[in-house]
């Protein structure tokens, strides 16, 4: 006989549960053990079965008889949730933050809204005036292999974008040990076409994303912000680097291909001993961080669906380079498995309840 | 507190892993809360760390550190599994079958080796004599929502087929009720490409297979042969139906639609209040069997990567004919977690256990 | 040397240019000896050049410097067009119809507007009244392998749909020659996700689309009314099928299946001659039809950018059934490809003028 | 009346024309007034003919009642061919193109083996002795934009690489220039499965490219001696650059995105006028390249299917880098439509003869 562990039943709330965020949070907390999943809104679908919108989730006890509630903090409050979910755009994240806090409500931020700890860089990176600067300063980044002691405690908890999560994984590590040219990072990302997420676009029909390979949003990707504001945390000197995403034909995953110089006076066979030790050092405590190795090339399709990141490196002495590669699923570790594996910190529970899916 | 149930720690051997059958079970099984993986066997791959050959797996507790065993009984016997999955070849599956069962080895076996009754029809469609008749009768064709009893205490599963699944569960009623014509049956399937096996053919290539649509296999594919096995069963008279499979870029997923009239003598009027009732009432049971209703259209993307099958269906008054549609996983419902159902069954735990995915 | 003809030069215009039937248009006028384009018309993309909405056309010296005109009559006219092509949806195609085919301009429309002869018809599949029942006398339902003379000398088409051209080219001549029951026919068909246009509809998003396998619009889908129209005439006797189209995730593309049964008195034997014959004897001048013969499997890979329709049969001794299949790219020989072999016809050029691509 | 030229008529083979390159390179030569093709072989399919192998080609005059020949020289020569391409692997191709070349036909090679001038790096990168390298000093590596006069006059042309071709054009005017740093230069590039031929091989099945991202042959892929060759003269220095590849789930298609810092003394102002001015100069009288300009992100889905390779750029003033972009079909500007360029400028015809498809 296997044991199997008793869990607490936390009242939870999804608001705004309609994308594709939403939707893998939603089947993440069907089959949580600790969810107990009180409030779904939705202002699109508002008074709807969650069922009927989500054929997926069919026979779900968990969700069955529940209908979206309207996109409201009184729908939040009247269901008793003590943890909510926000998966919304940007800019509206902030005015349910701002009063469910002030209810005493946990928050988990999927949004852009409190990943800056400068209003002044949200202002130049997302175009308007930050929402809620006051909320900023309690507001903790979540990425849990990072600061997982302030995501324990935090009220307010801004989980990572999906592109930001790919690139500080592998990179934060090299630039705390100061191993890498914090100067020299440049990046080549390749995201699947949810990553752009369910809007009414002709430009994400299928018969235009089908069969084409196309950048977009370089030099200044609104990620960007994020990653730069967390690289230069750990390298303890401002941070810049290039990034060029690119959209391709799949539905979902992240693959990141990193090029970096070592700093000064590192050489390469150094470089080659160091990069291995620190990342496994980093990571040895991460149940979601799979290191490759050196000359392992990450591909998406093991880790789409799940909550892993998987990190290879090569090094390429030709041209004196450590190239870094890695793959997520942008709506898993780049978004709505990553905002569990905070929920579980925030509430105690071990990191790995509920996202051990392969 | 919710209270978990506690499982038996069931033994369990998995022969011929590395296919495209064999990951999906070895990711139920990972998942399984009762399957204790004691041995799985690769010729291909014997020696090498599971989790090497498939990265997914990478980090799952269950096969870490577990290397594939070269694909013989002896494993199997000396890993003391008192349970087999095989999923292997047509032909092959027998070979291992036979011993196991003389060694008292509950076997599941996802061949088609031991689906048919009449070792003179597997000579028919699949071109050589059946290697081992003797064990036929035994057999049971493990369709659980149909056959639940005799699973319950079966030594030899067979395990049915990706197609005669998505068209056995719509049809199986409507047959038994005599509301549908036997005669009247023309089927056009859809199936991803993994059905087809990890074969190195070109004709499966990513770029053959990509951008197109094409039948295949008709007017007599081999799985005809257990559909119509099991279709006359139900009817108590032989059924022959025309039935054209077709290979589409998807990876997962089969989609059936059944085109059939009703019998003599009954109205559509009657047709349509009956198909309603006597399908409910064939599932109402049955936890993965999802009545999407008239007019409701499955969809293969609602279904993959689960145990549930989508059946919907509308009446052709213009014509009078009846049209079901189904949907399934052809690696999910259609191999691999309905091996998982009925191993379920055979040891006495919830049908579901380890199955409820969304 | 190889002596190349001289072509005329036909002042042609394209009204509605920016949708995907539209885009291919405009290739395949651009690849024509004959096509003078002059007015390309787009409500949306009014006063902007072509090929900075279609970059596939940078480089194309027929529309460098062409702007789109607004999609208006007088920009027609003005332009001293002969010929235009209409690319809009239903019921906006009439208002263009009217007053070009008053002027004297030919037409060839690819909506739906002038197929049924019948404008009841109309209004029962499309919900409105027929917006100018008194043009659909002179309109030739425009399917040059069974119209051409009447083709050459309309100043109305109305080129077929993607699915009807699919299902007709196939079964026209075994109607016509009573071998097939007309009451036995049930057709499932798949096309691509270009067939349902570039429209801001999630549901068309590609992460909806990938991955996905679903049937739509049964029984009663649109175009059923002009399949039935034509099937009918074939037969000269009011013939209704059964249909089930379905969306796959390619970008184009259709494969029909077609289940039909031999006329009373037709043997299988017989059946297998005379299919063979019939269809060789129909398209034996027909250019753009292939026949893969008995056994014959036609995949849209092989047709997709070409005006082709391949088609191949099975015949199911088992079951008393014929079963064809053909496969066209919807947006090719099930659309604008199709139209240019009208515009051929009608100027009395070569019917391959422009269209011999492989 | 439009008058069209007239043609020669020259007697061409296809040596190894059942790959990829070679289907699309037999497309075009259906399609190509000067084209007389009197010989294809095929070692696989010898005998057989041309529209049964390659159902797309049936009713291509062309090709119609031609088979494919065993591949041997006798074959080319007793057709009386006076050009000749291959098809072929590295290593076989030069055992064709000696033999060849001794009798006088003239040679597009569409392999690595006649790419590079330098047989020691040859060995390097493909891992054997050059089979021929006494033919390495005639060979004219075939970049039409760059070497037209020594294409014209060539016997022997080594058509370039898929990846060589989409990095080498964006970068070349720019390093002759001298406006960018050799040493700068990390290229991420990502390209449709077809690019790995038409094997055999598991890792290639649709199943495993489909939904997958991911890098491979980093840090030294054979095409990198062959972009470094090139890149090295235009710069009249070694040039050592980064180079990842990516296999994606599309067929066709090549988009590379290029980082690259301004020489030393070169400002960002500067830089942003002379790239402009530099790749406008240097492709103003080249019909298949496009330049999207600054801010302009290339596409593949615009080129695939054609010879046109598009490229634009944008300069990152936050981190001081320059990052080009480019886009072309792996299988027509990367490969087979490129050769035809060669074959067009050897045969002093319009270099767009038969290449000008949208």
Chains 1, 2, 3, 4 share one sequence.
């Not at 900023?136 to 930001?164: D, H, T």
């Not at 790919?166 to 440049?186: M, W």
């Not at 090569?314 to 905070?342: C, H, P, W």
Request: charged share 15%; with cysteine.
């Amino acid at each position: 006989m296997s044991a199997a562990s008793t869990f607490p039943s936390i009242p939870t709330a999804v608001i705004g549960a309609s994308g594709y965020s939403g939707e893998v949070l939603m089947r993440l907390l069907i089959g949580h053990p600790a969810a107990d999943v009180v409030c779904v809104t939705s202002r699109q679908h508002a008074g709807k079965p969650i069922d009927e919108i989500f054929p997926r989730f069919c026979g779900a006890s968990k969700v069955s008889g529940l209908n979206f509630s309207d996109a409201t903090v009184d729908a939040v409050v009247s269901a008793r949730a003590t943890c909510a979910f926000l998966a919304l755009p940007h800019g509206v994240a902030a005015e349910f933050a701002e009063p469910l806090v002030a209810q005493g409500i946990r928050v988990i931020d999927l949004s852009a809204d409190f990943r800056l700890r400068d209003p002044a860089v949200y202002e130049d990176f997302y175009g308007h005036v930050h929402p809620a600067p006051e909320l900023l300063a309690q507001a903790v980044y979540g990425l849990p292999e990072w600061r997982s002691a302030e995501i324990r405690s935090a009220q307010l908890v801004a989980s990572p974008g999906c592109y930001p999560t790919s690139i500080l994984l592998p990179l934060l590590p090299l630039l705390k040990a100061r191993l890498v040219d914090p100067e020299s990072i440049a990046v080549s990302s390749m995201s699947g076409a949810s990553g752009a997420g369910k809007k009414a676009d002709t430009a994400l029909l299928f018969a235009e994303v089908n069969e084409s390979l196309r950048a977009y949003g370089a030099p200044k990707h609104r990620h960007l912000s994020e990653i730069e504001q967390e690289l230069s945390f750990a390298a303890a000197l401002p941070v810049r680097i290039s990034f060029v995403p690119h959209l391709l034909p799949v539905t979902a995953g992240i693959a990141s291909t990193i090029f970096c110089e070592p700093s000064t006076g590192v050489s390469m066979d150094r470089l080659a001993d160091e990069v291995n030790h620190v990342l496994r050092d980093a990571y040895s405590q991460a149940p979601f961080v799979r290191l490759r190795g050196l000359g392992g090339f990450p591909d998406t399709k093991h880790v789409v669906g799940t909550n892993f990141i998987d990190i290879g490196w090569v090094l390429d002495n030709r041209t004196g380079r450590l190239i870094l590669m890695s793959a997520e699923d942008n709506l898993g570790k780049g978004a709505a498995s990553q905002a569990v594996q905070s929920y579980n910190l925030m509430h105690a529970l071990p990191e790995t309840t509920g996202l051990m899916n392969f």
